[in-house]
């Protein structure tokens, strides 16, 4: 069987970090991610980081989807089961369709590189006013095995 070839179409993609202690100078996570994207050919929307309050979270993810020039969203962080964690809880409720398969995906991938560790990892994706949505845990590891 053949694969279909397609033509290349660049995408715009708004990173966000959610972290109660990262920066501009020590976020390895969300710097890995543009790095990836710039290197696939892709467009940084916008970068930011923000606390680990759902609200800031829900905040920011939700003026990203309602801008029609960012067409994919993709935080990292907070997808963890501490009392901070709360990403999926701050941008499910945003989401009209889950992509339940790629938290399913990633967790099996994850588990031939850390194991059980996997178990606590709540990564979700889905779509929102036409735009996709990636919710990440916070290691750089972990944002590498998503992407690749």
Not at 34 to 59: P, Y
Not at 97 to 119: P, Q
Request: glycine share 10%.
């Amino acid at each position: 069987m053949t694969a279909i070839q397609r033509e290349f179409i660049p995408v715009n993609i708004a990173v966000l970090t959610v972290s109660d202690s990262r920066t501009e100078a020590d976020d390895k996570s969300g710097k890995l991610l543009v790095s990836r994207l710039n290197d696939a050919g892709h467009q940084l929307f916008e970068k930011t980081i923000v606390k680990d309050n759902i609200f800031a979270v829900r905040a920011v993810v939700s003026n990203w989807i309602a801008e029609p020039d960012a067409q994919v969203v993709v935080t990292t962080g907070g997808t963890g089961v501490t009392g901070f964690d709360g990403t999926p809880e701050a941008v499910c409720p945003l989401l009209e369709k889950t992509l339940d398969g790629f938290g399913e995906v990633f967790r099996m991938i994850s588990y031939e590189e850390i194991g059980t560790s996997t178990l606590q990892s709540r990564a979700v994706a889905g779509v929102a006013n036409g735009t996709y949505v990636f919710c990440l845990p916070g290691s750089s590891g972990a944002c590498a095995t998503a992407w690749d």
